[in-house]
């Protein structure tokens, strides 16, 4: 089951702060995130538990509350580099490697 | 060591012809990830290796995918009888399969396909 993200684009001026979430039918046992820029590859951002938060890098941080099944990421005074396309992705049980990704949030920062 | 690595990154075909794609994980890695992404979407889980076994396959990837990783080192992804839907960026990611859900994916930057 893919994970719903929201929303799907987001356009900011830089300094201005974001949030995306991730949500799920089942129930998540981690969320990892990921930022992709135009023709690169996914960069890995952060894994989120069961149980517990764990902050990024730069001004990137993100919670997971496991009774609504979301995860949300913050951009907190955003940058012109944090423009990409931000994708959560959730394995689909506690005992595989594989990961089910959202369909992405593009954000735009602009100056 | 520089990351995980693709070869080709890019592969033009006609339809019906086979390729072959290489990913070379990092060395210290023993889970090695295909997925595939399209414009617009995510990435799409194909297969996964722990060192040399397969251990899950995508029930929507066709027969005509295969993927190998022998010695548990560099995985191949190779795809017969091409056909124009086959065309999309191909992913490699591996991780150092860390248990607790701790386990980082890093990625490599693809193999983009084009089937005429």
């Known amino acids: 089951q893919q994970p719903v993200q929201s929303p799907q684009a987001v356009i900011l001026r830089e300094g201005e702060d974001a949030v995306i979430n991730c949500s799920s039918s089942k129930a998540l046992y981690s969320v990892h995130w990921y930022r992709q820029k135009h023709g690169e590859a996914p960069v890995f951002l952060m894994i989120?538990?069961?149980?517990?938060e764990q902050k990024g890098h730069e001004k990137i941080s993100a919670s997971f509350n496991e009774k609504k099944q979301q995860s949300s990421l913050y951009l907190t005074a955003s940058q012109l580099s944090y423009s990409g396309t931000y994708f959560c992705g959730t394995p689909p049980s506690g005992n595989t490697g594989k990961l089910i990704f959202g369909q992405g949030t593009t954000l735009q920062v602009k100056p | 060591d520089t990351g995980v690595s693709q070869d080709p990154r890019h592969k033009i075909t006609k339809r019906g012809q086979n390729v072959t794609f290489r990913c070379d994980p990092i060395s210290e890695h023993n889970r090695l990830y295909w997925y595939r992404q399209t414009l617009g979407q995510g990435p799409e889980f194909l297969t996964y290796f722990q060192n040399e076994a397969q251990l899950e396959k995508s029930r929507l990837l066709s027969d005509r995918f295969s993927a190998e990783r022998p010695k548990g080192s560099f995985s191949t992804l190779e795809i017969q009888r091409t056909e124009q839907g086959d065309s999309a960026m191909y992913l490699c990611a591996s991780s150092p399969a860390l248990a607790g859900g701790r386990d980082e994916q890093f990625f490599g930057p693809g193999t983009r396909l084009t089937v005429l």
């Open positions: 989120l538990l069961k149980g517990g």
